[in-house]
């Protein structure tokens, strides 16, 4: 089945020009909160187990029902109505949301690494569990599909007022989900009806879910749109350049913290170069060759966008500056010793991550407005 990043925070959207090293990119997840996979059949890797455990070998999804794929907490929080800027939600395009957004974070927890949730002993993710010092699991789960919503109508309302439609091709694109879903319901001689309510609760059925991905499938359309008819202001389209050399406070392999001492000799070399080394080719020969010598982590040229890096090094990027200004940057990573290069013109995906901020920008505005506040029930 088709997976496509949700549309609610446009961020999620933002579409990467280069491979970022560890260095500056941001990897907090800030910018995507709120951002879930959504398609139809929902997939966890076969060789994993969760969500109903003891169906490890079946290789489409993990349970036959909807009990084998939540336990009764996560139930609890689904099938919720609600209203947005007038925007009516029913509760199958809350659990719409809500399912995918549970089992991509199930999925990522049982593959391990940086990002685990925490899970029950049955093996669903723990509603109550603690994810953040401020949240719940249950408390960030209702935020992601609010914002999921939100995002909808506000765009939806954008669809409506430039009269967009659906392509033919985008049609038969949602129809031949339909078709895929039902091979692998056959798979387990079950109905693609019983399929879908495995997932997404008993109101789902084939009918109901096609309004719902048309429906998401139109919010793609206007935020093409968008991004496609939008118009720069002047400069709007600038972006800044920079060279930075990286004297890391973190193993970069492992992501674990250096000594109190090894840090102090990351920000002494950082002051050093920055002291010593005054235009751009000596100090790209100077970080290079602390690179080679393993002192340094990266010496690189960015042209940086906007969601990109780390804040504090993106802050100093947009702050105010003239060709050949250098400073320090502090970031999770290390100490960073910053050239000014100057400014260049956005390349097109670069103009496409500058309109998807605007529209970015332009939602955050009116759900801080209150306008877009939900009502349930």
Not at 112 to 120: E, I, L, Q, R
Not at 166 to 187: C, M, R
């Amino acid at each position: 089945m088709k997976k496509t990043k949700i549309c609610a925070v446009m961020l999620a959207f933002v579409m990467a020009t280069g491979v970022f090293a560890a260095g500056c990119k941001k990897t907090d997840g800030s910018s995507v909160v709120g951002s879930s996979d959504t398609g139809i059949s929902i997939s966890i890797d076969p060789n994993m187990t969760g969500g109903g455990a003891g169906t490890s070998e079946i290789p489409s999804y993990v349970g036959m029902t909807y009990e084998d794929n939540y336990d009764a907490a996560a139930i609890a929080e689904m099938g919720k109505q609600v209203t947005v800027h007038g925007m009516k939600f029913s509760s199958l395009e809350y659990n719409f949301y809500f399912a995918n957004e549970y089992t991509q974070m199930l999925s990522m927890s049982l593959r391990g690494g940086s990002y685990m949730v925490p899970m029950t002993d049955a093996g669903f993710l723990d509603m109550n569990a603690q994810l953040t010092d401020e949240k719940t699991v249950r408390d960030y789960l209702q935020e992601v599909v609010i914002s999921d919503l939100q995002g909808e109508a506000f765009l939806l309302e954008y669809a409506e007022s430039k009269n967009l439609t659906l392509s033919e091709d985008v049609l038969t694109e949602i129809e031949a989900q339909f078709s895929e879903a039902e091979e692998s319901a056959q798979k387990y001689g079950i109905t693609l009806d019983d399929y879908l309510k495995s997932y997404y609760g008993p109101d789902a059925n084939v009918d109901e879910m096609r309004q719902i991905l048309q429906r998401y499938e139109l919010i793609n359309t206007a935020m093409a749109d968008f991004v496609d008819t939008y118009e720069f202001q002047e400069g709007e389209d600038m972006l800044p350049v920079v060279f930075h050399v990286l004297y890391p406070t973190l193993d970069l392999a492992t992501y674990t913290e250096l000594s109190d001492e090894e840090k102090e000799q990351a920000h002494q070399r950082a002051e050093t170069t920055l002291s010593t080394y005054k235009t751009y080719d000596e100090l790209k020969a100077k970080a290079d060759e602390d690179v080679a010598a393993g002192i340094a982590a990266e010496a690189s040229e960015y042209t940086v966008s906007l969601g990109q890096m780390v804040e504090e090094f993106e802050d100093w990027c947009f702050a105010e500056h003239t060709e050949g200004d250098m400073g320090i940057v502090e970031t999770v990573y290390g100490y960073h010793v910053m050239y000014f290069v100057g400014m260049a013109e956005a390349d097109e995906n670069q103009k496409k991550q500058i309109a998807y901020k605007v529209l970015q920008d332009k939602l955050d505005e009116a759900i801080a407005s209150g306008d877009y506040d939900p009502v349930f029930g």
